[in-house]
Nanobody
Framework: VQLQASGGGLVQAGGSLRVSCVAS????????MGWFRQAPGKEREFVAT????????YYTESVRGRFTISRENAKNTVYLYMNSLKPEDTAVYYC???????????????WGQGTLVTVSS
């Protein structure tokens, strides 16, 4: 599985952005998908995850209520809708695919290249 993330950019604080991740291959619908981010000078951290059936989602506390993860299995795509963005959301956002729904990055097998989101104050 190859993952291609896109949609990052520069947005003002309080604004919204949607990042997308398109997967190659016909097995996308069998994978749990996750979004992680890495801010400058910090370690990569979990943001959100969604099960293959969309029945289960988890969010890190700092984005709960502001971010929404969703997926379209017919399009091999997972999305992260980001609202009420804050400067501290600035990071490279990575999508990842794994066999189980988990907040632990070690549970993910395939990773995209990342897309940069910059939130200005």
């Amino acid at each position: 599985v190859q993952l291609q993330a896109s949609g990052g950019g520069l947005v003002q604080a309080g604004g919204s952005l949607r990042v997308s991740c398109v997967a190659s291959g016909r097995t996308f619908s069998t994978y749990a998908m996750g979004w992680f981010r890495q801010a400058p000078g910090k370690e990569r951290e979990f943001v959100a995850t969604i099960s293959w059936s969309e029945s289960t989602t988890y969010y890190t506390e700092s984005v709960r209520g502001r971010f929404t993860i969703s997926r379209e299995n017919a399009k091999n795509t997972v999305y992260l809708y980001m609202n009420s963005l804050k400067p501290e959301d600035t990071a490279v956002y990575y999508c990842a695919a794994g066999r189980i729904v988990t907040t632990n990055e070690r549970g993910y097998i395939y990773w995209g290249q990342g897309t940069l989101v910059t939130v200005s104050s």
